[in-house]
């Protein structure tokens, strides 16, 4: 970070089109405070987001109503330097509402995805950053009467392949794009243990290993990729809870941090973030400890680019909680810090 640069925080959440759904708030590291800078509405609920930093371009999920029904769309939303959101054009996306969205390295494709349809969308994004047309549409077919529930699309390290998480199907399966063809292409299927329902994934920032939150079963699994096919080998599954507990629990996302020495998972009902180290060598999980999220159903959660932070987004708690990182140990600690915003769902900080 330079000393002229600021860290923004795009925050998207549950809403109706005629209330704020899309927030920026500017970060302060020192004080780990959150300062809103401005709020956009004309989007039912603008839940996830993806963010086109060097060109100034949030892309933002939303649910609309086409004479088939409920449909999902996507719309561009330019950021300022100052924080100031613009909206600009929207596109309906898939037969289905949507729940998340990925943007390829060369600002080509937009990829989202339909639990309820139980599909992957590819769109073209436009020179100018304005969202194109739906190109191609994979619907996942039913396996053993199980229904097809695409939770989420991640890119690997290198851009070849998109690994889909299907939480009803309990498999991750790979893609490439045929750029030409504007199509998604199979490449095979990793199955997951019945009933884990896989929901996001990320990749070590080794490019070499690649750990997966399974929502139903509260576990995670960690993997071997093979950059070369984009296959996945299981290495090992862990609780995301302590031994004791035995309440409901689902849960929501993952990350690693930047030296890939800690992995984090959130939980839906045990209301926690769990942190495990993972050591290369041994490809082993370790864990650290579980810490209260301070509010319910932690539906998503990020680390700062610096890594000093977190900041956690409490649905229930209609706040996003701050919190210190230590990078020697991992854990996790809050900072007192919070900001009031309705039923967030997606936090993404950026250096600007």
Not at 321 to 326: A, G, S, T
Request: charged share 20%; glycine share 10%.
């Amino acid at each position: 970070m330079t000393q002229d640069q600021k860290m923004f925080v795009f925050v998207g959440s549950y809403a109706e089109a005629n209330t704020s759904g899309v927030y920026t708030y500017e970060f302060d590291e020192q004080e780990g405070k959150l300062q809103l800078l401005d709020q956009t509405s004309d989007l039912k609920n603008p839940t996830f987001l993806n963010v086109d930093v060097e060109n100034r371009h949030i892309y933002a999920i939303g649910e609309t109503e086409t004479d088939s029904g409920k449909a999902g769309e996507v719309m561009m939303i330019h950021f300022s330097d100052e924080g100031t959101l613009t909206r600009f054009n929207r596109t309906i996306s898939t037969p289905n509402t949507t729940c998340h969205i990925q943007r390829d390295a060369e600002n080509r494709f937009l990829v989202v995805t339909s639990y309820h349809g139980g599909m992957a969308g590819l769109l073209s994004l436009k020179p100018n950053g304005h969202v194109g047309e739906l190109l191609d549409v994979q619907t996942h077919e039913s396996i053993d009467g199980a229904t097809p529930r695409v939770h989420s699309t991640f890119f690997s390290p290198d851009g070849k392949f998109l690994l889909a998480q299907d939480l009803g199907l309990d498999l991750i399966r790979t893609y490439s794009i045929d750029q030409e063809a504007g199509k998604l292409v199979p490449h095979g299927d990793t199955k997951a243990a019945k009933g884990a329902g896989p929901r996001h994934l990320v990749f070590h920032t080794s490019g070499n290993f690649a750990f997966v939150i399974n929502e139903l079963n509260s576990t995670i699994a960690s993997y071997r990729y093979d950059a070369a096919t984009g296959s996945l080998s299981e290495i090992e599954v862990v609780p995301t809870l302590p031994s004791d507990y035995t309440g409901e629990n689902g849960c929501s996302e993952i990350t690693v941090s930047a030296d890939g020495r800690f992995v984090y998972g959130g939980n839906r009902g045990h209301d926690s973030i769990v942190v495990y180290a993972f050591d290369e060598a041994s490809e082993k999980l370790t864990l650290v400890e579980h810490v209260s999220t301070e509010g319910g159903h932690p539906r998503h959660f990020a680390l700062t680019p610096s890594g000093k932070h977190a900041l956690v987004a409490n649905r229930d708690a209609n706040n996003i909680v701050v919190f210190n990182v230590d990078q020697e140990t991992g854990r996790l600690t809050s900072t007192g810090n919070s900001v009031s915003v309705s039923k967030p769902v997606c936090v993404r900080p950026y250096y600007i």
